[in-house]
């Protein structure tokens, strides 16, 4: 039984540092719709990202980067296009790029991803039976739920060149068009909250969130 069919992947053009290296506000928005891509021997990972939230770096009181630039944060004050993985809550990983120039820190947090290539490998990652298209959505919807689907550790990841297809994990176009993009207040944080700065692919049912309407149909 098929439970999940999309178009088939188009050739994925890896972005180069210049797309990073920019306002999160701007790098965010035009993430969306672009492909994270995990290349392992022959096995390739691919989803597209649909979900994401700016952070502002040492102005921003919800950032990491607020904190000033230390071991832990050193990523995002380095050069843009690079991965910053933390682990939160004691059980899951966050996956970040890094934005701006260098020594000017900001970042975008990937919160949600439409899965496209590897979906097998990525449902045994999760420990995920698919059975129906609903299991679909336990894949790569939330920020912790697609670093597992993805492998993606601190150990493995963190400071990960993701312009490069050599680092193994990368961000490329394939021209998917975006249409309706909304943007929302960021969820899950205490500081900052009500300032816009969540994008997300309207509609998609992959989005994170429980008043996203197209994940109960």
């Known amino acids: 039984m098929t439970l999940y069919t999309s178009l088939p992947l188009r050739p994925v053009r890896q972005l180069d540092r210049a797309f990073f290296g920019r306002s999160p506000r701007r790098v965010a928005r ?4 672009k492909v994270l891509v ?16 700016a952070y502002l770096g040492e102005n921003d009181p919800a950032a990491h980067a ?14 843009p ?21 260098e020594g000017k820190a900001g970042s975008v947090l990937f919160r949600a991803l439409e899965p496209l290539l590897g979906i097998e490998e990525m449902a045994r990652a999760r420990k995920v039976t698919l059975r129906s298209s609903r299991d679909l959505l336990q894949l790569t919807r939330g920020p912790g739920r697609l ?5 993606i550790t601190r150990t493995r990841d963190n400071g990960c060149d993701l312009t490069s297809q050599s680092s193994g994990l990368w961000i490329g176009d394939d021209g998917f068009p975006t249409k309706g993009i909304q943007v929302t207040p960021r969820i899950g944080i205490s500081k900052a909250a009500d300032q816009p ?6 509609g998609n049912a992959f989005v ?3 008043k996203n309407p197209a994940a109960r149909a």
Request: glycine share 12%; with cysteine; net charge positive.
């Open 147 to 151: 670093a597992e689907a993805f492998g």
């Open 197 to 202: 700065l969540r994008y997300v692919l309207a």
């Open 38 to 53: 995990r290349d392992c021997g022959k096995l390739r990972l691919a989803a597209r990202i649909v979900e994401v939230e």
């Open 66 to 79: 607020a904190a000033g630039n230390t071991a832990r944060t050193a990523v995002l004050f380095g050069p």
């Open 81 to 101: 296009g690079y991965a910053y993985v933390y682990f939160i809550y004691g059980n899951h990983y966050c996956l970040n790029v890094s934005c701006e120039r």
């Open 208 to 210: 994170s969130g429980r």
């Open 30 to 33: 035009e993430l969306l719709g």
